[in-house]
């Protein structure tokens, strides 16, 4: 059974930083766009960012661009999430996914595999 499994999470102020990590259970995976999503109490699950299975293309929300950086190291099977300045609407479960297909990046349909999801707070 292929697995993403999420770690990294944590609780930090405002303003500082946290790197999400994802490694797959199956090889496979390093064909694919791997990405995170978050989602927070009471809302719909979001788009965060997206790369391309070599890393040479990246993609991010408007709410996170210019402040997280995603990134894969195939050789460990492993998608990151490098976030900096904080801000308490950060605060979700992020959540790891991976697809097959090569656009549609924000429709949550286009992605076929998901993380359980790891909690990120950001207190003020």
């Known amino acids: 059974q292929v697995q993403l499994v999420e770690s990294g999470g944590g609780m930090v102020q405002a303003g500082g930083s946290l790197r999400l990590s994802c490694a797959a259970s199956?090889?496979?995976?390093?064909?694919?766009?791997k990405g995170w999503f978050r989602q927070a109490p009471g809302k719909e699950r979001e788009f965060v960012a997206a790369i391309s299975w070599n890393g040479g293309t990246t993609y991010y929300a408007d709410s996170v661009k210019g402040r997280c950086t995603i990134s894969r190291d195939n050789a460990k099977n492993t998608v990151y999430l490098e976030m900096n300045s904080l801000k308490p609407e950060d605060t979700a479960v992020y959540y790891c996914?991976?697809?097959?297909?090569?656009?549609?990046?924000?429709?949550?349909?286009?992605?076929?595999?998901w993380g359980q999801g790891t909690q990120v707070t950001v207190s003020s």
């Open positions: 199956a090889r496979t995976f390093n064909r694919y766009t």
């Open positions: 996914a991976v697809t097959p297909r090569s656009s549609n990046y924000f429709v949550l349909s286009t992605w076929n595999y």
